[in-house]
């Protein structure tokens, strides 16, 4: 992880109230400018999104497209991702098209953009794969 992680629930509250949300039907970001240099990121997923097990996937899979997503160095923010009810039936590679969307609306600097990143999976596997063989390499 590149990021500091929100634990508090005060500082969830923070964010929440002084925030700007930006929603998906997927996913939903809260975004709080802060004076510090370091940016920080909260994952949440309630009981409405099922039992311990879809909890806990939805936040596996947000962290996953997160990481592909969010650079290092962006300044000081505290973003907090909630899960909603479709996250934990979604592959990593669908919510990061989410994610992607997400920080273009939010103006947040996107690590997937930069011209010496690797593409982001934003395409199934098996797609990307024939998709590299039907390439001819020179």
Known sequence: M???PIRRNSEFGRV?????SYVNPALVM???????????????????IGH????????????????????YNIGGYDLVFVA???TPRLKSWQ??????KLF????????????DAPPPAT????RRAKAEKAEPTA
């Open 2 to 4: 590149r990021y500091r």
């Open 16 to 20: 929440y109230a002084r925030g700007k």
């Open 30 to 48: 809260y975004v709080l400018k802060t004076r510090g240099k370091k940016t920080r990121v909260g994952l949440t997923a309630t009981k409405k």
């Open 52 to 71: 311990a097990v879809q909890r806990n996937r939805a936040r596996r899979v947000m962290k996953a497209a997160i990481d592909e997503h969010l650079d």
């Open 84 to 86: 909603r009810g479709m």
């Open 95 to 100: 919510l990061s098209s989410v994610v992607a």
């Open 104 to 115: 273009a609306q939010a103006g947040l600097p996107d690590k997937a953009k930069r011209p």
């Open 123 to 126: 395409v199934p596997p098996a």
